[in-house]
């Protein structure tokens, strides 16, 4: 079937601004992951859902930061009161098992914080 | 943190000539993966390492994984245009449940 979907694909925010960034991950993968890609550099865990459940949240960089997947399949993460160092690739990557399984990623959703 | 060292930074070459990037870590690993990601793409996997001193290949690729699991490179022979992009190793630490990824070699094949 399709592969990971993420949207919007860009978003220009202003400053203070809050954001959803939607992840659909393949259908069927138990494991979603977030991560923020800086030009240039690798991509930086975020967070990690197992089905509904988020197991770790250990990336998120601060409180402003929350990520939910209530019904195990699409997950939602989202930036409060956005800043300029916010800006940033999001990426979401599915695996069909534990972490330890290949990751799937999106496409990304290109974050510009004005 | 926990860290991942990738180089070179960026390398290069001719078309033709070989590419390799090395990934190292201080801790020992449960596992490594490789990944490529494409100018304006997102990462796309390569393949996964397990055994202690594994070495798997596809086509001219070649992944080697350290005897102390604490290493690893990729080999690329007589690379090619189609080859450009950056290269990730992203890996996981032992009783760890997420990837680390490295900062990336970026390769440029001169045609």
């Known amino acids: 079937g399709a592969g990971v979907s993420q949207s919007p694909r860009y978003k220009v925010a202003k400053r203070g601004q809050d954001v959803a960034l939607r992840c659909d991950p393949i259908?069927?993968?138990?494991?979603l992951f977030w991560y923020q890609q800086a030009l240039g550099q690798g991509p930086e865990f975020l967070t990690y859902?197992?089905?509904?459940?988020?197991?770790?949240k250990s990336g998120l960089p601060s409180d402003r930061f929350f990520a939910e997947r209530p019904e195990g399949s699409v997950s939602t993460l989202k930036i409060q009161r956005t800043q300029q160092e916010d800006s940033a690739v999001y990426l979401c990557?599915?695996?069909?098992?534990?972490?330890?399984?290949?990751?799937?990623f999106g496409p990304g959703t290109r974050l510009t914080v004005t | 943190g926990q860290q991942v060292m990738q180089i070179p930074q960026y390398q290069h070459v001719q078309e033709g000539e070989d590419f390799t990037t090395y990934c190292n870590s201080s801790?020992?690993?449960?596992?490594i993966q490789w990944y490529k990601q494409r100018p304006g793409g997102h990462p796309v996997f390569l393949i996964q390492?397990?055994?202690?001193?594994e070495v798997k290949k596809q086509k001219r690729l070649t992944f080697q994984f350290g005897e102390a699991k604490k290493n690893s490179s990729l080999h690329i022979t007589a690379t090619q245009t189609t080859d450009v992009g950056t290269y990730f190793c992203?890996?996981?630490?032992?009783?760890?449940?997420?990837?680390?990824f490295g900062a990336g070699t970026i390769l440029r094949v001169k045609s």
């Open positions: 801790t020992t690993l449960s596992n």
């Open positions: 259908s069927g993968h138990v494991s």
């Open positions: 390492l397990v055994k202690s001193g």
């Open positions: 990557a599915s695996s069909i098992g534990v972490p330890s399984y290949e990751q799937y």
């Open positions: 859902f197992q089905n509904e459940a988020q197991l770790d």
């Open positions: 992203a890996a996981l630490m032992e009783y760890g449940n997420k990837l680390v």
